[in-house]
């Protein structure tokens, strides 16, 4: 083999060489960007998520006490008896009422709807979240309770979520107490919404007994509560009672 032919076969070799090191570098480089871009993402959706829970968990936090503080009253403290004494008072135990409900289910539907835009994978504490949210649903829509007041049906349920949901520039909010009460007076569609709820409300307060329903829904809050406020941060343990079954309600 002459000289020239020796040189250009070696040539040849190391170009294969150098190409062939070239694709295992830039392979290896892609391996490496692809990786780097994926723990940039799940980085971010971890913030993403850390942010969405910690935007809404004190509004939904507080509106699942308010409800459950209700829910406690009515069956536990005969709150609906003693406020259908006067007319006025009468007026205010039904709308707060349907109020605490509404606002506790427009919070469900906010967080609802930001955790469809994330991935949530597999984290324990979002599953938890997620099956509170199912109990407490499931506890309003279940028909094997002896009766049906404060019995919504699943869409029902997100539809007053959505009715009392309303957009700012910042982040989407529950409309308040007073703007409830004038669409409950000024529009008859979002009303009635609210028809069967509240001629529940109005028959509880002549019926005694504990009402399963409702014993089941303030425990199951409670539960969330527990989660979403576990060092008792927000409510103390001395404001965390739990109701006890004590029969089937009468009459």
């Excluded at 609802?112 to 649903?137: C, K, M, P, S």
Aim: with cysteine.
């Amino acid at each position: 083999m002459n000289t020239e032919l020796l040189v250009a076969s070696l040539s040849g070799v190391v170009g294969l060489a150098s190409v062939a090191y070239s694709a295992r570098v830039n392979r290896m480089s892609s391996l490496l960007r692809d990786d780097l871009e994926r723990q940039a993402g799940e980085r971010r959706r971890l913030q993403e998520r850390q942010d969405v829970m910690s935007r809404y968990r004190d509004p939904l936090l507080w509106a699942a006490f308010d409800f459950q503080s209700r829910l406690f009253n009515i069956a536990g403290q005969g709150f609906l008896r003693v406020h259908f004494v006067q007319p006025h008072e009468r007026l205010y135990a039904v709308r707060s009422t349907l109020h605490v409900l509404a606002e506790y289910l427009g919070w469900v539907e906010v967080l609802r709807r930001r955790i469809y835009f994330l991935d949530l994978g597999n984290q324990e504490a979002n599953r938890r979240v997620v099956a509170l949210f199912t109990r407490i649903g499931n506890v309003l829509n279940d028909d094997a309770y002896p009766d049906t007041h404060f019995q919504l049906f699943r869409s029902e349920q997100r539809a007053i979520g959505e009715l009392v949901i309303t957009e700012d520039e910042e982040a989407d909010r529950c409309i308040g107490y007073a703007e409830f009460c004038a669409r409950l007076e000024s529009d008859p569609e979002f009303a009635a919404w609210f028809s069967r709820l509240s001629d529940s409300v109005v028959t509880l307060a002549s019926l005694p007994g504990r009402h399963p329903r409702l014993v089941d829904l303030q425990v199951a809050l409670m539960d969330l509560i527990d989660h979403l406020d576990p060092q008792r941060e927000r409510f103390p343990q001395k404001r965390r009672f739990r109701l006890n079954h004590v029969g089937p309600p009468e009459g």
